[in-house]
């Protein structure tokens, strides 16, 4: 059974960081992509960083760009977004997702088959 659990939310102040983690079980985790999407209050399911397979490929939405960084361990069958400088704007619930590798290195929401249950992230202005 696929397993996809994040952590490390929390509620901090605007400019603050923090590091949310994803841990997958049940699955050949170095064959998939690994992407982070985010929903905030009223708003729809936004994308907001992937990473390839091998880690060799990495996304961003351009809100994030120069302030998130994904990484990930397939030793140890996890990713790490690290969020630096937040804002009010990234108060959401923070889900991870896998996507296998067949869909190349930016693939499609509907690519991701296997989501966890989210973190919350606020962030006080």
């Known amino acids: 059974q696929v397993q996809v659990v994040e952590s490390g939310g929390g509620l901090v102040q605007a400019g603050d960081s923090l590091r949310l983690s994803c841990a997958a079980s049940?699955?050949?985790?170095?064959?998939?992509?690994i992407g982070w999407f985010r929903r905030a209050p009223g708003k729809e399911r936004e994308f907001v960083a992937s990473i390839s397979w091998t880690g060799s490929r990495t996304n961003y939405v351009d809100s994030v760009k120069g302030r998130f960084t994904i990484s990930r361990d397939n030793a140890k069958n996890t990713v790490a977004l690290q969020m630096n400088s937040l804002k009010p704007e990234d108060t959401a619930v923070y889900f991870c997702?896998?996507?296998?590798?067949?869909?190349?290195?930016?693939?499609?929401?509907?690519?991701?088959?296997?989501w966890g249950q989210g973190t919350q992230v606020t962030v006080s202005s």
């Open positions: 049940g699955l050949t985790f170095s064959a998939y992509n």
């Open positions: 997702a896998a996507a296998f590798r067949s869909y190349g290195y930016s693939p499609g929401v509907s690519d991701y088959r296997y």
